[in-house]
T-cell receptor, first 115, second 115 residues
């Protein structure tokens, strides 16, 4: 069965500092991995995805994520946090080998960037 | 492209009543998903369609839930004999299907409160 874990409910970081939001996954085959962001009173928005190839994926708003197969992780990163990055972040996985188009989402990590 | 829309945005109903929600996906998107999200949790997969065909349904979904996508355009999600445990945000998302996998575009959600 596929699953995804976001071990931190909340991450606090000072504006201008680098940020990391953690995600680990479990699938039987190779994963498709996604990050989405949810702002208050807004729908989830796509940030970036890993399909295959380069382990470092660049996405919207200066975010990037690193796929690490040995550690089954897909951590979201940004070199310099902005107050406007404060939001709820979700990692999602789909098992490439399962034949399903079902996506499993993590429980979310609330990012708070302090001015 | 006006994005994914959902109607209504809020619904308050009494236990035992039936409710129906509508989702209008992005017009060229073949794939449509329904999710349920409760406070502190990520989106939980309910079902998905490719065009008008419902291809997968969560085992967690009871027989009180049914979804349709006539003509492969808009979709409806009906909950019969609502229970207080059905109170949640119901999210719709759409994506392209050929090739991919593609990111999902989410609607703003319908918040259901069962009293």
């Amino acid at each position: 069965a596929q699953s995804v874990a976001q071990p931190e409910d909340q991450v606090n970081v000072a504006e201008g500092n680098p940020l990391t939001v953690k995600c680990t996954y479990s699938v039987s085959g190779n994963p498709y991995l996604f990050w989405y962001v949810q702002y208050p009173n807004r729908g989830l928005q796509f940030l970036l995805k890993y399909i295959t190839g380069d382990n470092l994926v660049k996405g919207s708003y200066g975010f990037e994520a690193e796929f690490n197969k040995s550690q089954t992780s897909f951590h979201l990163k940004k070199p310099s946090a902005l107050v406007s990055d404060s939001a709820l972040y979700f990692c999602a996985v789909r098992d490439r080998a399962s034949g399903t188009y079902k996506y499993i989402f993590g429980t979310g990590t609330r990012l708070k960037v302090l001015a | 492209d006006t994005g994914v829309s959902q109607d209504p945005r809020h619904k308050i109903t009494k236990r035992g009543q039936n409710v129906t929600f509508r989702c209008d996906p992005i017009s060229e998107h073949n794939r449509l998903y329904w999710y349920r999200q409760t406070l502190g949790q990520g989106p939980e997969f309910l079902t998905y369609f490719q065009n008008e065909a419902q291809l997968e349904k969560s085992r967690l979904l009871s027989d009180r839930f049914s979804a349709e996508r006539p003509k492969g355009s808009f979709s409806t999600l009906e909950i019969q004999r609502t229970e207080q445990g059905d109170s949640a945000m119901y999210l719709c998302a759409s994506s392209l299907a050929s090739g991919g996998p593609y990111e999902q575009y989410f609607g703003p959600g319908t918040r259901l409160t069962v009293t």
